[in-house]
Structures are given as C-alpha cells and as structure tokens.
C-alpha cells in the first residue's frame, strides 16, 4: 500500500509534466505577421501587453521548462523507488492496476482543463454558407476596386465605398472551414495555396508535430472585418472570426477568436488574397 501511495503520486506529477495538446484546429498559437487591431484578444482574459516576438516566445519557454522540471522530479521520484527495492515483489495484476489508476486520472485531469476553456457563442450561426472551390480563394472582385476610403487614426479602416464586405466576409467563412477541414485531413497542399511560404514552412512543422490526427468540427462561426489599409504596393485586411468548434476526439468544446492578416498584391490583377498572420487563442 505504501508503494502504491508513493507510485501514485510519481505519477501525478507525470502527469503534469505532459504539455497540454495544442494545434488542434489551424493556426492555433498564432504565426506571421501582427499588426494592431480593436480586437487583440479575447474579452475572457485580457493579457499583459507584449511586443509579438515575446507574446509567442514566452508560452514555448514556460511550457519547455515546465515539463524539463516535472520531469526531473518524477525521475527523481523513480529513481528513489528503484533505489529503495520498492518495486521487488510487484505482481502483473498489480501493474494492471497501477496502469488503469494513472489513465484514469490522466483523463480525468485532462477533462478539468476542457471545462475550463473557454466557451463563448457566436452571435449568429453561419451553417448557411457552402465551401468554395479552394482556387478561387479570396478573389479580387469580392475585395477591394478603386475608390475612395474612409480612415480611422488607431486602427484603420480603408474601404473603398464599392466594396462588398458581405461577399468578403461569406467567402472568408466558406475558405475558414475549407482550411480547417485541410487541417485534420493533413491536406499541406491546399493549405499551401492559402498561405505564404513563411507562414507555411511554421504550420507545416506544427501540424506534422501532431500525434494524433485532429478530429475538430466548426460548430458556429462568424466573421467581421477589424483592420484594412493601403500601400503603394499591397492591400491589408484583417479578418476577425469568433464561434465554437468541437473536438470529436475528446468531446470537448472550445472557443474560436482568430483574426487572419490578409495581403493582395497590388502589382499583378489576378493576385489572390494570401494569409500572411494569423492570431489565434
């Protein structure tokens, strides 16, 4: 029994050393490029402000550190039991045992930080819109056509006064959940056609870091445009997308805040909308 007292409790710290699954759904953690906008975070939890370099270093850090210590303590732990012939006389049905308690509470620690996510529900339900065929992406004659635009000072909002933001935000919709879909499915190659390389070469290496396959399914999504201005040689648009999705695999819900930062270059007519940034939460 007292073996067992003291194997458990290894265990929990195991436990905790494992970081928890991210990358579920595309872009998670954020990557590319940041730029200001009303919506920076989300209204649940308002961070310490933080230059972008330092807001996506700091969590991997912490995170590193975090499961380099709970694992030296747990080998510490072991490495004790070990020493101390704890482990002489352990039958398979002990071991059995021992096995079912820390799944047990592996899932069960994992279950309390599901329920701790956030939650938020979308304003409106948008299942009415249908997926676009992905060469199409964000097509020019749904952005931006010459005209004028109306400024703001903090955050700008340079709309020409024939642009359709109500066609722009259903296809940013349709094309949200025809990457997420590429996401689980591993589909790189149309990922590709959305993103720039930069941005790419960084989802590439988190989704191929995955385990599992992710199995999530946007339950309520909706859209509205937060930021959009002008160079001499690009346009930029940011695109705020709040709703809810499902994890199939651990029947968990979470909440979506992700903002797309959206360049079009201006030096060629056909040029489709790329995904240069993506803040994600």
């Known amino acids: 029994m007292k073996f067992f007292v003291t194997f458990l409790s290894a265990m929990f710290l195991l436990v905790g050393a494992v970081p928890e699954a991210d990358a579920k759904r595309f872009g998670s953690g954020g990557f590319g490029k940041s730029y200001s906008s009303p919506f920076k975070s989300s209204p649940a939890k308002q961070p310490a402000k933080a230059s972008p370099e330092q807001g996506k270093a700091a969590p991997g850090r912490g995170g590193m550190m975090g499961g380099m210590m709970g694992g030296l303590l747990a080998g510490g732990l072991f490495a004790y039991l070990l020493g101390s012939g704890a482990f002489e006389g352990l039958q398979i049905m002990d071991m059995l045992l021992i096995g079912l308690a820390v799944f047990v509470i592996f899932r069960l620690l994992k279950g309390m930080g599901a329920n701790q996510a956030r939650r938020p529900q979308a304003a409106n339900a948008m299942g009415g819109h249908q997926s676009a065929p992905h060469a199409q992406h964000f097509q020019a004659e749904q952005a931006f056509d010459s ?36 996401w689980n499915d591993g589909n790189l190659d149309l990922i590709r056609e959305y993103v720039s390389q930069d941005l790419f070469d960084a989802l590439a290496a988190q989704r191929n870091r995955l385990m599992v396959p992710p199995k999530t399914d946007i339950v309520d999504l909706n859209a509205e445009i937060v930021r959009a201005d002008e160079t001499t040689q690009k346009r930029e648009i940011s695109i705020l997308f709040r709703g809810l999705c499902k994890d199939e695999l651990e029947k968990s819900e979470d909440g979506i805040f992700d903002v797309w930062h959206l360049e079009r270059d201006l030096n060629n007519d056909d040029a489709p909308w790329i995904v240069v940034g993506i803040e994600a939460e």
């Not at 903090?154 to 094309?175: M, Q, R, T, V, Y």
């Open 147 to 182: 005209g004028s635009a109306v400024d703001t000072q903090e955050h700008p909002l340079n709309l020409p006064s024939n642009f359709d933001a109500d066609a722009f935000i259903g296809g940013a919709l349709d094309h949200y959940r025809l990457v997420q879909q590429a």
